[in-house]
């Protein structure tokens, strides 16, 4: 933020889980609490000699200047702690939200303010958000995302896909670099649905890779996915604007597997299951983007329970499906609610089978040995472990993140991160964690991002030990903040 600029602040605030909390509490505490809540906001606010207002039962605005913002991001907004302290029965801590938008005149701070909570809440809550510009500034993120109870979110946005599928002339699903199973995946799902109202689809894959070969082997063998596979040359000859682009699992334009397809003519939708970026995709026509979800192919689950009685999931296009829940969640360890087995018994009653799956995620002699050495040359600084694949290790990508996975398996380790060399002069991290620390956030300030557990970054032009030497003090840094 530019130091010493003038022009108001608007703070928009938010109560993440006010519903979840208040209803099943008697009058008296109820009381107690929202008044504990007004204070605490209000104590904050006069402060910095802002001033503040309730608009709703769990919404707030406050108004100050930039110089008190200013005081307020150096100190990290402990309005965010303050509330979070406030004594609950349930023992769930409450959360904050905090949308602030700063800007030279109240119409377009408010305007900022409005976009700075959409881009909080999407990613997840329980943090403030500062935009100024096109500038952007992170505070919070420390509770664990609440996973939503509410289905009606996906039924709305199920029927809405449908009516936009037969709109368009063809769909086209695109993940990001480096397709997985969950994007594939979830592309697998959407394809049935699509199939259902009879309209075409592509899959879009420049290069397939170790993780998705063997499912996309055996979708091409059944004979429903012949032609289904484009590369992203013939997607870019082919697409015009009758047609529609579904991103999957993916938000930022810089690590869309073909971002030139985001130029085109095509509208284009986003379902996706990670925190909201700041350099989100410019002007998505639909956007699912639910950061409590396991992976994009729980969300897709229940679209697909939802797009209408003529959906036939193949048993194979099941499985594609689970083995992305599967991936993304290491095996129901990670990310999982109670609506991510909800879906996983949805396939598994739609014919998946998970001794095939399991197969799917069985590994070469060669890629145990690769991944092993990895972990055993891994550096351990307390809790926290860093490792890197050498500059000649066969599939890199697919190594270091199953070795930062396989770090979290040792005693005392809560967070690891795997570099790799993807390509000459680009350098990726694996960040994992066992979800005290959270790597999405470390992963965001240089430049990546991801899930409070399961996050990465991309370097270009850079050295494995010029990353290490950027990586280190950030860690180091948030370590110090997690143990205030």
Excluded at 214 to 226: D, H, K, P, T, W
């Amino acid at each position: 933020m530019t130091k010493g600029s003038t022009g108001p602040v608007i703070i928009y605030i938010q109560v993440d889980n006010y519903d979840e909390i208040m209803p099943q509490l008697p009058d008296s505490q109820r009381n107690r609490i929202n008044a504990a809540i007004v204070r605490r906001i209000g104590e904050w606010a006069k402060s910095l000699d802002g001033i503040h207002l309730r608009t709703d039962r769990d919404k707030y605005m406050a108004f100050m200047d930039r110089s008190a913002l200013e005081k307020a991001m150096a100190a990290q907004f402990p309005v965010l702690d303050h509330v979070r302290s406030i004594a609950v029965p349930s023992g769930i801590p409450l959360t904050l939200t905090l949308g602030v938008g700063t800007a030279p005149d109240y119409p377009r701070a408010r305007y900022t303010a409005q976009a700075a909570m959409e881009i909080a809440l999407g990613r997840g809550g329980d943090q403030a958000v500062v935009k100024e510009g096109d500038d952007l500034y992170y505070f919070g993120g420390h509770v664990q995302t609440l996973e939503k109870r509410s289905k009606v979110r996906s039924r709305y946005i199920a029927q809405a896909l449908k009516r936009l599928m037969e709109t368009y002339d063809r769909i086209y699903f695109l993940s990001h670099d480096v397709p997985d199973l969950d994007g594939l995946g979830s592309a697998v799902g959407l394809c049935a649905c699509a199939r259902s109202i009879e309209k075409p689809v592509h899959i879009v894959v420049d290069e397939s890779n170790v993780s998705i070969e063997r499912v996309m082997a055996a979708l091409q063998q059944s004979g429903q996915y012949e032609g289904v596979f484009v590369d992203g040359s013939r997607a870019r000859q082919e697409m015009n604007e009758r047609d529609l682009l579904i991103l999957l699992d993916v938000q930022r334009p810089m690590v869309v597997e073909v971002p030139e397809l985001l130029q085109g003519p095509s509208p284009v939708v986003v379902i996706d299951h990670h925190r909201r970026s700041g350099d989100f995709v410019e002007g998505p026509i639909l956007t699912y983007l639910e950061s409590y979800a396991s992976s994009t192919c729980e969300l897709v689950a229940e679209i697909v329970q939802y797009f209408g009685e003529n959906v036939k999931l193949s048993a194979l296009e099941a499985e594609a499906m689970l083995a992305g829940i599967s991936m993304d969640t290491k095996g129901f360890v990670f990310n999982t609610g109670s609506r991510t087995f909800e879906a996983a018994g949805y396939l598994r009653s739609r014919g998946a089978d998970t001794i095939a799956i399991r197969q799917l995620f069985q590994d070469d002699w060669q890629t145990y040995i690769a991944r092993t050495n990895v972990v055993r040359n891994a550096e351990i600084q307390g809790s926290i472990a860093i490792a890197c694949c050498p500059p000649e290790t066969v599939h890199a990508s697919l190594i270091s993140a199953q070795a930062a996975d396989q770090l979290l398996g040792i005693r005392g380790i809560e967070a690891s991160f795997v570099l790799c060399m993807r390509e000459k002069s680009v350098v990726s991290i694996s960040a994992r964690s066992l979800g005290n620390l959270n790597v999405q956030r470390i992963m965001e300030v240089l430049g990546g991002g991801g899930h409070r557990t399961v996050a990465g970054a991309q370097f270009r032009g850079a050295t494995m030990e010029e990353v290490l030497k950027r990586l280190r003090p950030v860690v180091q840094q948030f370590i110090k903040e997690e143990q205030k």
